[in-house]
């Protein structure tokens, strides 16, 4: 099975900093894979598929890159809404799917 | 809009046997693939199954395969999830997704999802 590896597990910044939260695959997924958010008692809201293809209604401040192994989430300029926990997710097979620890961004 | 919501939580006995459900609306929920994906307290996501959008394929994470059962009823738009021979390690926060792909993916994320529902085995 593919493992999937987030880091940091934790990460503290303040308003308006520039993030980036990395995920790195076991082995090569191309470029399948997406991005949640999730809050506090909330479910996962999805914000990027494909590794870099930004959800319909999700602020442009939120990118995406990578392939292979080894990919980022950056936010450009963090506002007081993002803080949350991240997960990414690999989609490489139709019969399993694997995701990260998951990252949970704080308040500096 | 599009809505998934969860039903059939509780609390339960180790060994025993609880069945989730849930109803979709807002979309064809004949057009997709499901997901059931679990978060256990503090804990990160863990996918647990998924379902074709016509009940023909069905595939499951190592830690249930055996015990729990995915299915669907496209005639009701409702996705199920029969969970036997509960373990104290599944408890969890149990979500159903709807599964989208690209055109050029094999694999299916979740892309939206209901608000869960919560089950607890303990004894």
């Not at chain 1, 598929?49 to 192994?69: I, N």
């Amino acid at each position: 099975d593919i493992q999937m590896t987030q880091s940091p597990s934790t990460l503290s910044a303040s308003v308006g900093d520039r993030v980036t939260i990395t995920c790195r695959a076991s082995q090569s997924i191309s470029s399948w894979l997406a991005w949640y958010q999730q809050k506090p008692g909330k479910a996962p809201k999805l914000l990027i598929s494909k590794a870099s293809s930004l959800e319909s209604g999700v602020p442009s401040r939120f990118s995406g890159s990578g392939s292979g192994t080894e990919f980022t989430l950056t936010i450009s300029s963090l506002q007081p809404d993002d803080f949350a926990t991240y997960h990414c997710q690999q989609y490489n097979s139709y019969s399993s799917y694997t995701f990260g620890q998951g990252t949970k961004l704080e308040i500096k | 809009q599009v809505q998934l919501v969860e039903s059939g939580g509780g609390v339960v006995q180790p060994g025993r046997s609880l069945r989730l459900s849930c109803a979709a609306s807002g979309f064809t929920f004949s057009a997709y693939g499901m997901h059931w994906v679990r978060q256990a307290p503090g804990k990160g996501l863990e996918w647990v199954a998924v379902i074709w959008y016509d009940g023909s394929n069905e595939f499951y994470a190592d830690s249930v395969k055996g015990r729990f059962t995915i299915s669907r009823d496209n005639s009701k738009n409702t996705l199920y999830l029969q969970m036997n021979s509960l373990r104290a390690e599944d408890t969890a926060v149990y979500y159903c997704a709807r599964a989208r792909n690209h055109y050029d993916s094999s694999g299916y994320f979740p892309d939206v999802w209901g608000q869960g529902t919560t089950i607890t085995v303990s004894s």
